[in-house]
């Protein structure tokens, strides 16, 4: 068992991503900490904007045996329903069961005395069919208990993060050493918002700074300006997200203001912090917007020595599958992936109008035959270290 002092400790991540090359210079470790206060509508990491532990439900790997509805104490799962359908489409559902589906199968008091039939009266017996439905979980009553997790056997509840401590996660990190001395690289924090848990972040950016091991705060910057000045000392490069400098369309897209954003990274200039700036690219907010590349150089111009690098990053659909499981809507569900020959434009506008060669990231820098790019010398670095 835990002591109390080391709970007090524990904190939430969604993942350590080791070997990343994606999150800022050679190969990395990046951390992602859960909990983000802005809700970008196309977010890839869906899991990573509650700062509460939540489940993933796999439907397919779901046995239909009940048994996280029997576990649940906030009452927030139905249990699976038996349901009779005619022959393709569904009449009604029949039964509901208050506990374990097996166990009432095995027992012989699942009912078919209870089916109502009046639905499927036009219906012969040959004609129809039966089924049990999934569980259906209602989150708005879920108290993040993680009981359900713990009482699925067949993998289909699954947690979307992980308990940990900054002496778990730094060991980890300090695993791959070798690995970013040979490639330049380091170890990143990332989200979520990492500036959302400052004593974590802090503590995990000292350590890695102490042990010279270059260290990433990948960040949308909303924070109060006292809590980012504590962490900069520890901080070789900040990832500076920038959604949109229209602050209307920030609002719209993210939930919040740009304002306090933009007066941080000018903060974060002058403190003499090197930036790279992140620039998502989204269907509907600034694709294709050649005012909004613009407005990118003019900004960083502003910012003046500080941004070493502009990094585009294209919109992807991976993350579909992690809302479905969440049970949350994805406002972009279905719309295509953005690839590396559709920011060409957007790349070349901002390479004339700045000193800087802009790096096109997210989708993994690949085009759409799916060839993969600066990536490939990293990963032979690993090979050989
Ligand atoms: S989610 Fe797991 S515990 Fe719940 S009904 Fe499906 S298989 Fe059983
Ligand atoms: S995590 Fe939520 S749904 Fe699962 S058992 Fe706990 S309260 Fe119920």
Redesign the pocket.
Known sequence: MKAESDKKDEFLITNIQRFSVNDGPGIRTTIFLKGCPLACAWCHNPESISPLQEFF?DEE?????????DACPADA?K??LKRKFVKDFEVRPIISSTGSILDKIQDGTFGSEEITRSSASMASEEEMADEIA??QFDRDKCIHCMQ?VD????G??TAACRTTTVDEVYGEVLEDRKFYESSGGGMTISGGEPLMQPDVTRSLLKRAWQDQIHTALDTTGLAKWETIASILPYVNLVLFDIKSLDDRKHRKWTGVSNRLILENIRKIARAGTKIRLRCVIVHDVNYWDPEHARGIVEFAKTLGNAVVGIDIMPYHNFADKKYEKLGRKHFFKGFPNIFREDVEDYRELIQKNGPWNPTVGGLIGSNRQGDTFHETNLLNKVSSA
């Open positions: 439900f790997k779901c046995v239909r045996c009940g048994a996280c509805a799962i249990p699976p999934a569980p359900c009482a699925c056997r067949y289909a509840l």
